[in-house]
């Protein structure tokens, strides 16, 4: 079954500093890969998404992340953060029941503090 | 073109009672996804809804139920309420492709944010 971890439940970081938010996936089969923020009161905004190909992979919001299939990770980072990026950030694996359905498996989720 | 959208923003009801929330898809998308977040955790997957059939379901008692209608809006039904099922429930769409299925992206709505007194 595929799972999601999260490594950091809390990361502080100062405005304009680079930051990497972790996230580790576990799957048996082909693997495809999602960020995703929570704004405050607010539903999941795509960032950005893994499926195939390049291994890099640029978002929104100049994040970007990079799939590593070896060590299992899927890491999301940004070289200068604003106010603005205050927020839950989500790592999701898509998995594919029985019965076709496609769901996404998230991560516990950490939350990204930027500091003035 | 029309993001998700879902209604009402707010709810609160008591322990027992029955709550319909109610879910309209992106333009174009034909899949309706439904997740619960519960305060601090990731959201979980309910179940998915595509071509007005359930096609898969997550760890959910059958008192939590569903519909999807013609045009792909679709209704979430929880009955006999229970304080742990506050929480925030997203509805998300996405467009079903042959041969996709794990690839689809999947779009969130602003959710419904329930709480059981």
């Known amino acids: 079954a595929q799972s999601v971890t999260q490594l950091d439940s809390q990361v502080p970081v100062f405005e304009e500093a680079p930051v990497e938010l972790r996230c580790n996936y576990s799957?048996?089969?082909?693997?495809?890969l999602f960020w995703y923020v929570q704004y405050p009161n607010q539903g999941l905004q795509l960032l950005l998404k893994?499926?195939?190909?390049?291994?890099l992979v640029k978002g929104i919001n100049g994040f970007e992340a990079e799939f590593n299939k070896s060590q299992t990770s899927f890491h999301l980072r940004k070289p200068s953060v604003h106010i603005s990026d205050t927020a839950e950030y989500f790592c999701?694996?898509?998995?594919?029941?029985?019965?076709?359905?496609?769901?996404?498996?998230f991560g516990q989720g950490t939350r990204l503090t930027i500091n003035p | 073109e029309t993001g998700v959208t879902q209604s009402p923003t707010h709810l609160i009801k008591t322990r027992g009672q029955q709550v319909t929330l109610r879910c309209s898809s992106q333009?174009?998308?034909?899949?309706v996804s439904w997740y619960q977040q519960a305060l601090g955790q990731g959201p979980q997957f309910i179940f998915q809804?595509?071509?007005?059939?359930?096609?898969g379901r997550g760890n959910f008692p059958p008192r939590f139920s569903g519909l999807q209608f013609p045009n792909y809006s679709s209704e979430l039904n929880v009955n006999a309420l229970e304080l742990d099922d506050s929480a925030l429930y997203l509805c998300?769409?996405?467009?079903?492709?042959?041969?996709?299925?794990?690839?689809?992206?999947?779009?969130f709505g602003p959710g419904t944010r329930l709480t059981v007194l």
């Open positions: 893994y499926l195939s190909g390049s291994t």
């Open positions: 998300a769409s996405s467009l079903a492709t042959i041969g996709g299925g794990s690839t689809d992206t999947q779009y």
């Open positions: 799957s048996s089969v082909s693997v495809y």
């Open positions: 999701a694996v898509s998995a594919r029941g029985v019965q076709g359905a496609q769901k996404l498996v």
């Open positions: 809804y595509y071509r007005e059939e359930e096609n």
């Open positions: 333009s174009g998308h034909n899949t």
